[in-house]
């Protein structure tokens, strides 16, 4: 079973000035092929086609191609009401509400958040593809001898 990624937009995939995140492609290529991927963001509220059109004002279609897959959430005022806090996961976002770190916290999932800071550290995706995020194991190999 895939783990669950959830990952905002504003200071996630798109930097200060609506740029697109350095290495996004690759990102994105990469959680999708690793993870059950679902928005965490104000510009999504049950519905990525709003997700979509937004983005398509900032990205290749190459880019927009593979956000398409990527699964619509609702919340109404915080956004740990869309996580599903049965199954492990990781949160990319670059703020927190402090009733969002609170629940975190209660629900024993701090470490789930990924605090992501595109100005400090423009090339904090590809860190995170090849440095933080585990890769699905793959099913077709069996087990290991
Ligand atoms: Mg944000």
């Not at 519905?47 to 919340?75: G, M, N």
């Not at 990319?92 to 509400?97: I, M, N, R, V, Y």
């Not at 995706?125 to 995020?133: A, F, S």
Request: with cysteine; hydrophobic share 40%.
């Amino acid at each position: 079973m895939r783990q669950n990624i959830y990952i905002d937009i504003d200071g996630v995939i798109l930097t200060r000035g609506g740029i697109p995140a350095l290495h996004l492609d690759e990102f994105l290529k990469f959680i999708l092929s690793n993870y059950y991927v679902s928005w965490l963001t104000s510009r999504c509220r049950g519905d990525s086609k709003y997700t979509v059109k937004y983005l398509s004002r900032f990205l290749l279609p190459e880019a927009i191609a593979l956000i398409e897959r990527i699964k619509p959430t609702s919340f109404l005022l915080d956004k740990t009401e869309a996580i599903d806090f049965d199954k492990k996961f990781f949160w990319l976002d670059d703020e927190l509400f402090v009733s969002e770190e609170r629940t975190l916290k209660e629900q024993g999932k701090y470490d789930s958040w990924i605090e992501v800071d595109l100005i400090k550290n423009p090339n904090q995706l590809n860190y995170l593809i090849h440095n933080k995020l585990p890769r699905a194991k793959s099913f077709r190999l069996g087990p290991q001898s």
